[in-house]
């Protein structure tokens, strides 16, 4: 079992900047591929960041591409997001994800419990 705890989220103007951290713990987590994905008000949940254990390599949503930049650090069992450029259209739940193979834009084996991005116009 991985146990997924995020923080960093908060309420910003447009334009602005936000990181969000993702700490994973349990059994094999520093071997796990780790992602993020957001749900928008009234929306479905949608994938917006994945990177790889080793090299870390990454992929991102078209919609962030440029803007959003994620980053983990194996030592310490954790994922970033960092998000500049901020649009109200970014405002959502963003939900941290972890897979013992590869986290999928489909989907994730394991979920954290969500942190509120809320972006102001």
């Known amino acids: 079992q991985v146990q997924l705890v995020e923080s960093g989220g908060g309420l910003v103007q447009a334009g602005g900047s936000l990181r969000l951290s993702c700490a994973a713990s349990?059994?094999?987590?520093?071997?796990?591929?780790l992602g993020w994905f957001r749900q928008p008000p009234g929306k479905e949940r949608e994938f917006v960041a994945r990177?790889?254990?080793?090299?870390?390599?990454?992929g991102y949503a078209d919609s962030v591409k440029g803007r959003f930049t994620i980053s983990r650090d194996n030592a310490k069992n954790t994922v970033y997001l960092q998000m500049n450029s901020l649009k109200p259209e970014d405002t959502a739940v963003y939900y941290c994800?972890?897979?013992?193979?590869?986290?999928?834009?489909?989907?994730?084996?394991?979920w954290g419990q969500g942190t509120q991005v809320t972006v102001s116009s």
């Open positions: 990177i790889m254990k080793s090299p870390g390599s990454t």
């Open positions: 349990g059994r094999a987590s520093s071997s796990y591929s």
């Open positions: 994800a972890a897979d013992p193979l590869v986290v999928r834009t489909t989907g994730a084996n394991y």
